[in-house]
C-alpha cells in the first residue's frame, strides 16, 4: 500500500490510489512511433484481450484502445457495433450508466428501446426475454455490469446467455468491474466489452478499450459515425502498423503496463476481486457499526462502491462530513447520482483493510465534530 505521495487516500470509483510504480512508469518520455513505445502497447492489448477471456478464441478477439474516458470507448463500440440501417438496441438501464448509453444511441440516432429497472434492482431478466421475443427487430443489447451509479452488480451471466439464446448480440460496459470480477467474453458471451485504465486496472485515466472480435470489427466497417471513435478504423490501422491513428496517451499507457503486471503479480482477477470484497465489508460492517444504511442488501452489492441513506439527523450536511473525511486524509465521492437521498463510498485502487479501518475512525470522529448522533433515515 502506498499513501506515499502525500495524497489523500481516493475513495472513489476512478480514478482512484495508483500504486507508486504505476505512476513511476509515466516519468520518461516516449515517442509515439518509436518501437519501445509500440511494445508496451502490444503487450498492454495483448494483456487486455487475455484478462477478458479472449486469448485463445477461435474468433479471434482484439482489444481496440480508444484516447479518452470510459465514455469515449462506451460511445465508440455503440457507434461503431450497432448498424445505423438495421440495427435496434435495447439498453438495460437501472442507473446513470445504461442511461448514458441509451442517450448516446439517441444521439447517434440508432433504433433504441429501454428496459428500466429502479436503480436499487438488478436488471429483470425474464423481462428481457419477453422483450427479445416479441420484438425481432432488436440485434443488440447493451448492459452495464456492476452500475456505479448505486454499486449494484446485474446478473450478466443470466443476461448473456437470454441474449445468445434469442440470437441477439450484446455489448458489456464492465467499466467498473473489468480486474476485479470474472468475465470471459467467450464463455458469456458477448460481442464487446468496454472498460479503461482507472478502475480496477488501478492504471491512471486517459485511455478506453473495447475487447471484441475481428469478425464484429470486419462487419462493422463504415458504421461509424465519428473518424475519431471509429473502433473498425482504428484496429484496422493497428493491426496494419502496430501504430495509434493519432497521438496516443503514452504515459497512460507505459502506467497501464506497469499496473497490468502489479495486477498479475497480486494474483489477477480472483486475488483483486478478494481484495476489494474485503475493502467492501469492512467498510459496510464499519458504517453499520455506526447506524448507517446500506442502499443495497448485500446479496446485490458489487465490491466496487457503496451506496448510503444520508443520516435523518438534521446536523448531518454531506460538504461538511465530506470536508471534515478530507481533512483526514480520505476523499470520498462527491456526486450523489442515485434518486435516493445518499452518498457513496468507494472500495477500490491501492487501498487495503488497514484504510478501511481507519475510515470508519475518520467517519466517528468525523460524525462526533458534526455533533451528529443517528446515522439511521
Ligand atoms: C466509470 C464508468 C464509466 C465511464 O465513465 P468516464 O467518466 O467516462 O470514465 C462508464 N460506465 C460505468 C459503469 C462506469 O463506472
Not at 6 to 26: C, K, Q
Not at 116 to 144: C, F
Not at 218 to 241: F, I, V, Y
Not at 339 to 355: K, L, N, P, T, Y
Request: hydrophobic share 45%.
Amino acid at each position: 500500500m502506498t499513501g506515499d505521495n502525500d495524497a489523500p487516500w481516493l475513495l472513489t470509483p476512478g480514478p482512484l490510489t495508483t500504486a507508486r510504480e504505476t505512476r513511476e512508469a509515466m516519468l520518461r518520455d516516449r515517442g509515439s512511433r518509436d518501437d519501445a513505445f509500440l511494445e508496451i502497447n502490444a503487450r498492454v492489448c495483448a494483456r487486455l484481450v487475455a484478462l477478458a477471456g479472449g486469448e485463445e478464441a477461435s474468433d479471434d478477439y482484439v482489444c481496440v484502445p480508444v484516447q479518452g474516458s470510459g465514455t469515449f470507448a462506451v460511445e465508440a463500440a455503440l457507434g461503431t457495433l450497432i448498424p445505423a440501417a438495421g440495427g435496434k438496441v435495447l439498453v438495460l438501464v437501472n442507473g446513470a450508466y445504461g442511461a448514458r448509453m441509451a442517450k448516446i444511441c439517441t444521439l447517434l440516432g440508432r433504433d433504441m428501446e429501454v428496459l428500466e429497472n429502479a436503480e436499487h434492482e438488478p436488471t429483470d431478466v425474464a423481462a428481457l426475454a419477453a422483450r427479445l421475443e416479441s420484438d425481432p427487430a432488436i440485434t443488440h443489447v447493451a448492459a452495464v455490469h456492476c452500475e456505479t451509479t448505486s454499486g449494484i452488480l446485474n446478473p450478466i451471466e443470466d443476461i448473456a446467455r437470454s441474449v445468445e439464446k434469442n440470437g441477439r448480440r450484446l455489448l458489456v460496459d464492465a467499466m467498473s468491474s473489468f480486474g476485479a470480477l470474472p468475465l470471459d467474453v467467450k464463455a458469456l458471451p458477448c460481442e464487446a466489452l468496454m472498460a479503461s485504465s482507472n478502475k480496477c486496472l488501478e492504471g491512471v485515466p486517459g485511455l478506453g478499450f473495447v475487447i471484441t472480435s475481428k469478425k464484429s470489427l470486419a462487419k462493422a466497417a463504415g458504421n461509424a459515425h465519428s473518424l475519431c471513435l471509429d473502433l473498425q478504423d482504428q484496429w484496422r490501422a493497428m493491426a496494419e502498423t502496430g501504430q495509434w491513428r493519432f497521438t496516443p496517451p503514452v504515459h497512460v499507457i507505459a502506467a497501464l503496463d506497469t499496473a497490468i503486471a502489479a495486477h498479475a503479480a497480486e494474483g489477477g482477477v480472483a486475488a483483486r476481486g478478494a481484495r476489494y470484497a474485503e475493502n467492501c465489508r469492512i467498510l459496510v460492517e464499519g458504517m453499520r457499526g455506526l447506524g448507517f444504511e446500506t442502499l443495497l442488501p448485500d446479496v446485490l452489492q458489487a465490491p466496487i462502491i457503496v451506496t448510503f441513506h444520508t443520516p435523518a439527523d438534521p446536523n448531518f450536511q454531506f460538504a461538511a462530513f465530506y470536508d471534515h473525511l478530507r481533512a483526514r486524509g480520505y476523499v470520498i465521492y462527491p456526486g450523489k447520482l442515485t434518486q435516493a437521498d445518499s452518498f457513496r463510498i468507494g472500495c477500490i485502487g491501492q487501498v487495503g483493510s488497514e484504510q478501511m479501518h481507519d475510515l470508519t475512525t475518520a467517519v466517528a470522529s468525523s460524525l462526533e465534530d458534526m455533533d451528529v448522533t443517528r446515522c439511521g433515515t
